[in-house]
């Protein structure tokens, strides 16, 4: 049973660009959840989808974006890169809102 | 806003040194706390959930526990491998996960 997955695992773009980063859940579960994770920091909540809509957001500015397909799949875009926006970007799925299980990340460089 | 702290930032021991994390939080509503296990580059690993106060779950050398306004993760007799970054989070109301910056926990043989 795969677990959650994310691609690419490494990305580097310039200040300015554009970055969508993906998602795959793990079997059985409809929910996935975006987080950013700085080094040394905890994870902060950026949003998290179900049944294709953003159900929930944290404190993050509207250049992050996502969607979710109708097989669970997701996307996170990110809009004009700061370089403040390096960091790892993790996925969780979940069945609903019961337990988180994450992805190994997208390790994000801003130039 | 819910708020999650973690104590020590890091934690250096000798092998079967056993030691305890703390993690104190407040929220409104808790829906769950969890334990998550994070190596180097690589995505938290889920270890425990607890939603009550008085709860205990246990895994090989780690025990988690619950109050009010805290938890602890036990970890007892570790070993090399038991090296990694422990993350703590909270879920309220809300059902966001919030987390603490994390021990990082480096056992030595």
């Known amino acids: 049973d795969a677990g959650v997955t994310q691609s690419p695992t490494h990305l580097i773009k310039t200040r300015g660009q554009q970055v969508t980063l993906r998602c795959s859940p793990k079997?059985?579960?409809?929910?996935v959840s975006w987080y950013q994770q700085a080094l040394g920091q905890g994870p902060q909540f950026i949003f998290q989808?179900?049944?294709?809509?953003?159900?929930q957001r944290g404190n993050f500015p509207d250049r992050f974006s996502g969607h979710q397909f109708p097989n669970y799949s997701s996307e996170l875009n990110v809009n004009a890169l700061l370089l403040g926006d390096s960091a790892l970007y993790l996925c969780?799925?979940?069945?609903?809102?019961?337990?988180?299980?994450f992805g190994p990340g997208t390790r994000l460089t801003v130039l | 806003e819910d708020q999650v702290t973690q104590s020590p930032e890091a934690l250096r021991l000798q092998e079967g040194e056993s030691s305890s994390l703390n993690c104190s939080y407040t929220?409104?509503?808790?829906?769950?706390l969890f334990w998550y296990r994070q190596d180097p580059g690589k995505g938290p690993e889920f270890l425990f959930t607890?939603?009550?106060a008085g709860e205990e779950k246990e895994k090989e050398r780690l025990k988690a526990t619950l109050t009010k306004k805290e938890s602890f993760l036990h970890i007892t007799a570790p070993k090399p491998e038991d090296s990694a970054t422990y993350l703590c989070?909270?879920?309220?109301?809300?059902?966001?996960?919030?987390f603490g910056a994390g021990t990082t926990v480096t056992v030595r043989a």
């Open positions: 929220v409104s509503g808790l829906r769950g």
């Open positions: 989070a909270v879920r309220s109301n809300d059902y966001k996960l919030s």
């Open positions: 969780a799925s979940s069945l609903s809102q019961d337990t988180q299980y």
């Open positions: 079997s059985g579960h409809d929910t």
């Open positions: 607890l939603y009550s």
């Open positions: 989808y179900y049944e294709e809509e953003e159900r």
